[in-house]
């Protein structure tokens, strides 16, 4: 069946290093994918987005890498910081029609020490 | 500014009773989207409308209905017949044509008094 998974349920790093979060998915019809950025108590908010016909797109201090032959999504945060501090989830568009459906995964929280 | 406003912030049902969560968007998206966030875990779909007088069911719509009157408007109804409603709940919207992302709003957290 469908899936979107996270590797990790929490990554700790240290302020200044660079975070890599982890993001499998099983549908290899899946052609559209997202990156969330969730704080407490609020909605998701769109960090990046990367299309099946990419391997690699690059935003301000994020870059989101994506692997088809594995199926896997990464996202890399440069230089991070506390207020990158959250949950981030992925999310995938499996392609079954122009539906705009997404799939989430659980989602990896974040912690940036000082 | 143009977004996605969620109303309330926090809303209480008593046994019994229906409660409808309001969810309105002024960036003129043909697509709104209604989900539910358990403590901890991702984001599960409920209803999604992609035009007026029309909306389909998701993963979880057992015990919710939806309405879809306007473009702007896609109120959610928690029923009585739903369980377990103590949740935290999100709406989205989006443009149809081609891929794009869902914007979303701040969310409503109901409980159970």
């Known amino acids: 069946g469908e899936s979107v998974g996270l590797h990790l349920p929490t990554l700790s790093v240290q302020e200044g290093d660079n975070s890599i979060i982890n993001c499998a998915y099983s549908?290899?019809?899946?052609?559209?994918f997202i990156w969330y950025k969730q704080e407490s108590g609020k909605g998701p908010q769109f960090i990046i987005d990367?299309?099946?016909?990419?391997d690699k797109r690059q935003g301000q201090r994020v870059t989101v890498l994506l692997n088809k032959t594995v199926k896997h999504l990464s996202l890399q945060i440069a230089a991070t910081q506390p207020g990158d501090s959250a949950v981030y989830f992925c999310a995938e568009n499996t392609g079954s029609g122009n539906t705009g459906k997404l799939i989430f995964g659980q989602g990896t929280t974040l912690q940036v020490k000082p | 500014d143009g977004g996605i406003t969620q109303s309330p912030k926090y809303l209480f049902r008593k046994e019994g009773q229906n409660v409808t969560l309001s969810c309105e968007q002024n960036?003129?998206?043909?697509?709104m989207y209604w989900y539910r966030q358990d403590p901890g875990q991702g984001l599960r779909l409920i209803y999604y409308?992609?035009?007026?007088?029309?909306?389909q069911k998701g993963d979880i719509a057992e015990g919710y209905s939806v309405s879809r009157e306007k473009k702007e408007s896609f109120p959610l109804t928690v029923t009585s017949a739903q369980k377990n409603p103590t949740a935290f709940y999100l709406c989205?919207?989006?443009?149809?044509?081609?891929?794009?992302?869902?914007?979303f709003g701040d969310g409503t957290r109901l409980s159970i008094l």
């Open positions: 989205a919207s989006s443009i149809m044509r081609g891929n794009q992302p869902q914007h």
């Open positions: 990367i299309r099946s016909n990419m």
């Open positions: 960036l003129n998206h043909d697509a």
């Open positions: 549908n290899s019809a899946s052609d559209y």
């Open positions: 409308s992609q035009i007026v007088n029309d909306f």
